[in-house]
């Protein structure tokens, strides 16, 4: 029997809610990943398997401005650098993966600032 770890659990979770889950050209799924340092917000269009818009901590223009920001500040940055993104590809509506994390928090963050910023879900 496998050993049950958090991120095999967490994998788990993804599985089950991407069963429901479906992103469109019109409506495309809106990704989210966490780490310990980092979150990633993407939106998929799972039709053609292609990312319409990316928004992360990583990025290397967005280096200095997250390191004095809390990981919450960070993530609502992202929330509303991804809904902007969308925005600009005429993309409105959306579905919400939150990836197999609970929302709360900085997933939770994210989802309220992409809202703000003008998507749907």
């Known amino acids: ?11 788990r979770r993804h599985r089950r809610v991407r ?3 479906f ?6 799924r809106l990704n989210v990943f966490r780490s310990s340092k980092h979150i990633v917000a993407q939106l998929i ?3 053609i ?4 818009a ?3 901590t990583l990025e290397s223009e967005m280096g200095s401005k997250y390191d004095k920001l809390t990981k919450i500040e960070q993530a609502k940055s ?3 650098i991804v809904a902007s993104r969308a925005q600009e590809q005429g993309i409105t509506k959306v579905v919400f993966d939150r990836g197999g994390y609970k929302y ?3 997933v939770r963050a994210l989802a309220d600032a992409a809202r703000e910023a003008g998507l749907q879900f």
Do not use: Q
Request: proline share 3%; hydrophobic share 25%; charged share 30%.
């Open 1 to 11: 029997m496998a050993m049950k770890t958090r991120s095999t659990e967490r994998k």
């Open 19 to 21: 069963k429901k889950i």
């Open 23 to 28: 992103g469109t050209a019109s409506c495309p």
């Open 45 to 47: 269009d799972d039709e």
């Open 49 to 52: 398997g292609n990312t319409i």
């Open 54 to 56: 990316y928004a992360s």
């Open 78 to 80: 992202v929330g509303a």
């Open 104 to 106: 709360h928090g900085r």
